[in-house]
């Protein structure tokens, strides 16, 4: 356009001066940009300034200097208008008004040139400055764009010579250094001068960590070429100035020479390509052809065995510690708990995924963007079980931007939707792109690849058989559609698609000559993230959110409020009226004190199994995603342990209370004082055992279906070896087995308390000797501790079970 395109009437016919200053003003906020620096407008709190609005997008404006002058630059998908015209480009000619959005009611932007201001005296320590915009320069970090100018202040901790200068950098207003992003720390790391010269970078304690050329440091020296991260916010020392980058999120990305192997096949075969800023890349191809595999190697979770992928120049493997915290990854299965509703499920995210200095409005604010920037405010307060797939698969992702990522990728986002589901997913990614990220999806469904970039399609044997625009992809391989293109890659099986494609046109326009990078030795991504939180306010958010997912699920609630109700009916439809006592019993009373006593351990048994074996394996995906982000396993794992063991201890004292309710109690307790007690402290026993082996039996299966066959048969086997219907030491195998079994120390235990005749000349069932039936308070304590450790050792077959689920992120040489 023109250079008075969109100026406002009454405007200077000259550009403003690049050499000046310039005056941004928006409602009561004010920014002054100073010559040479820049400034990003956008509803984002990141941005230099933040002004909010229901069209404004994330990064709205771009003003920043030329050779010519100033210039505003659009980069929103709404739009921007200056005298009720929109542009892209608008040279700063004198004061101008741009509205932001909507021509007519969009938030206004005043700008103003300013008169030069004298140069400033030069600074004795280091600072923060502004740097060339995003647009214009080009490091081995990528493309960034630098935010803040702020001066050091002296060392507050002291004065005179010997104190250190250094320089305090976090998200608090009271930093010398003020990065206003929620991932980082209140006051996060300082800068400190050496005394012999030099600089060191130390980190506060903060739960995101402080990074030194991608590595996770607590205090590091500091040179010309070393890149300190902190959140999104990269920082380099020149001289004795310290300059700070933003990652805006216009990064370049790049495979290249991928490799998978696993044993002796190759589920990759030299897989690269490369995308530049806000592109969307969509990966077909036929299945099997290694879309999965692939994209756990661009994410990292499994890194490639050959090749390089790099972020913003950066060698995503080596700097993964760091990296991470800017890939945002939806799986194909929902990351969420159905039971909650859209804004719970996003709070308790944040609260696992900020720094816990994090406060709880600056919490809900950042959920009220994700929510509104994915067009989800009027199902906040809506359960997620009751949205739509589409609606689902956008809660998913607006988990993941929470924290704001970079790099986006979704595996298969649009599975099982109809294509008018099909069709705003992918929209709605498109947009994603364009606000400032690269998006990588995974997909079988092709009906909507015209919005994205480029397109990745993937030949049998994990080799590319195709990468440049959609549009092209038809034509290049000579076919109507992608139905048919799909038949041809199924039907040619011995065509070297990948060889066909290095030779093409295509390829020298869109991959170009591959810059393979070999690494002699590298240990890449570490075994396990770093914790974002401390382990126990891990514990507390997941104990709190467990509570809620339980609460919320009415039917299951329900469920197990009867089912200790449902058990204590069912024992007092036994016959006889001895209860629990062996004396009642010699005296003619009707009624078996061992019958009761056994339905009494089974209930137990079977309602701590029914708490727990589904627990772990219907939260696979969401334990595997925040085991990437660094959730703690030990957290994890106490908090279903703690809040279970309230459950199912509550149903036990149930059971005992009411069963036993107007029933004789045990003669002569052997330990507590009260047979009753006794009783109920081994159901307590039992069930909290019973849970434990259920949880670890949840964490071996893959499939919640098989939870329940497999209850009924752990139901079967705690009755069988209980050893109450036969005696079971004889047997070499029932024998050893049955030690494994919750049930054979619990009416062991309750046998023991109501002091069943064990011993050689009794008559049948009691003629086998079982020492642990002694009516004596060692045994007692001797039964108790066997179900204690039952309950440490299933927890301990739990926690190595975990590791199976967790994302694989070992190190690969070469």
């Known amino acids: 356009m023109g250079a008075d395109a969109g100026a406002p009437a009454g ?55 030329t050779p010519e002058g100033w210039v505003i630059v659009d980069r929103s998908r709404n739009g921007s208008f200056a005298g009720g015209r929109p542009f892209r480009e608008l040279p700063v000619t004198g004061p101008v008004a741009v509205r932001l959005g909507d021509a007519q009611a969009g938030p206004e932007v005043h700008v103003a040139a300013l008169a030069p ?100 440091v607590r205090r590091a020296p500091v040179g010309p070429t070393s890149v300190v991260g902190i959140g999104h916010a990269l920082f380099h020392l020149e001289g004795d100035r310290l300059v700070q980058h933003v990652d805006t999120g216009d990064i370049g990305f790049r495979a290249d020479g991928l490799v998978v192997r696993e044993g002796d096949k190759t589920l990759l075969h030299g897989v690269g390509f490369s995308l530049g800023q806000r592109s969307l890349l969509a990966v077909v191809g036929p299945s099997g052809a290694g879309k999965s595999t692939l994209l756990r190697a661009l994410t990292g979770f499994r890194p490639a065995d050959e090749g390089v992928v790099e972020y913003a120049g950066r060698d995503l493997y080596a700097d993964y510690d760091e990296l991470r915290q800017r890939i945002g990854l939806v799986p194909q299965d929902d990351i969420l708990h159905p039971q909650l509703t859209v804004r719970r499920a996003l709070a308790y995210a944040a609260r696992l995924r900020f720094p816990t200095d994090v406060s709880a409005a600056d919490r809900d604010r ?15 307060e809506q359960r997620i079980d009751s949205l739509s797939g589409g609606q689902r698969k956008r809660t998913s992702v607006a988990l993941e931007l929470l924290t704001r990522p970079s790099l986006l990728f979704l595996d298969e986002p649009t599975s099982g939707l109809d294509p008018g589901l099909d069709k705003s997913v992918m929209h709605t990614l498109r947009g994603l792109a364009d606000d400032g990220r690269t998006v990588v999806v995974v997909t079988h469904n092709v009906a909507n690849l015209d919005v994205c970039d480029r397109l990745l399609l993937l030949a049998p044997g994990g080799t590319v058989a195709y990468f440049g625009p959609p549009r092209e992809a038809l034509q290049y391989f000579g076919v109507t559609d992608f139905a048919d293109l799909f038949l041809l890659l199924d039907r040619q099986q011995g065509v070297d698609w990948a060889e066909r494609f290095r030779r093409s046109p295509q390829w020298a326009r869109y991959v170009g000559a591959p810059e393979a990078r070999r690494r002699d030795v590298g240990v890449t991504a570490p075994a396990q993230a770093p914790r974002q939180q401390p382990v126990l306010t891990q514990f507390a958010v997941l104990c709190r959110r467990y509570l809620a997912v339980v609460l919320a699920d009415r039917q299951y ?25 062996q004396a009642a019993q010699q005296r003619g009373t009707p009624g078996s004190p061992n019958s009761l006593l056994l339905v009494f351990i089974v209930g137990a048994a079977l309602m701590g199994s029914a708490a727990s074996i589904r627990e772990v394996v219907k939260e696979r995906e969401i334990y595997r995603r925040e085991r990437a982000i660094g959730l703690s396993r030990g957290a994890y794992l106490a908090s279903k342990l703690t809040v279970l063991v309230v459950i199912t201890g509550i149903q036990a004292v149930l059971l005992g209370v009411l069963g036993m309710l107007g029933r004789p109690a045990p003669d002569a307790p052997v330990l507590l004082g009260s047979g009753t007690l006794e009783i109920v402290l081994a159901l307590v026993a039992v069930a909290v055992a019973s849970m434990g082996l259920g949880l670890a039996v949840s964490a071996a299966i893959t499939n919640a279906d098989r939870g329940m066959p497999l209850l009924v048969l752990l139901a079967m086997l705690q009755f069988i070896l209980s050893s109450a219907l036969l005696q079971i030491g004889g047997s070499p195998v029932l024998a050893q087995l049955s030690w494994l079994v919750p049930a054979r120390w619990g009416f062991a235990l309750g046998a023991s308390t109501i002091g069943i005749p064990s011993g050689p000349g009794l008559p049948t069932p009691y003629r086998d000797h079982d020492p642990l039936w002694d009516h004596d308070a060692l045994t007692w304590v001797l039964d108790m501790g066997a179900l204690v450790g039952l309950i440490v050792l299933f927890a301990v077959v739990t926690t190595v079970l975990l590791r199976r689920v967790e994302p694989i992120r070992g190190g690969r040489r070469r």
């Open 11 to 65: 405007a200077h016919p000259h550009r403003a001066r690049a050499g000046g200053p310039l005056e941004v003003r928006a409602g009561s906020l004010r920014r002054t940009v100073p010559p040479g620096g820049s400034l990003r407008i956008g509803r984002d709190e990141a941005s230099d300034m933040q002004v909010l609005g229901p069209r404004v997008s994330r990064e709205h404006l771009l003003i920043h200097p």
């Open 117 to 216: 201001a004298p140069p400033p005296a030069p600074p004795s320590g280091p600072h923060a400055t502004v740097t060339v915009p995003a647009a214009e320069r080009s490091s081995a970090q990528g493309r960034l764009s630098a935010v803040h100018q702020l001066s050091t202040t002296p060392d507050r901790g002291g004065s005179g010579p010997a104190a250190a200068p250094r320089l305090r950098i976090g998200r608090a207003e009271d930093n010398d250094v003020v990065v206003a992003d929620l991932l980082v720390s209140r006051h996060h790391a300082e800068l400190v001068r050496r005394p012999g010269g030099g600089w060191d970078i130390v980190d506060l304690g903060s739960p995101n960590g402080t990074f030194v050329d991608g590595a996770r």
């Open 366 to 380: 950042r959920i009220d963007e994700v929510i509104g920037e994915l067009g989800l405010t009027g199902q906040a």
């Open 557 to 581: 609630t329900i469920f197990m409020a009867v089912l200790p109700l449902l058990l204590a009916v069912l024992t007092h439809a036994l016959p006889g009226d001895t209860g629990l006592s």
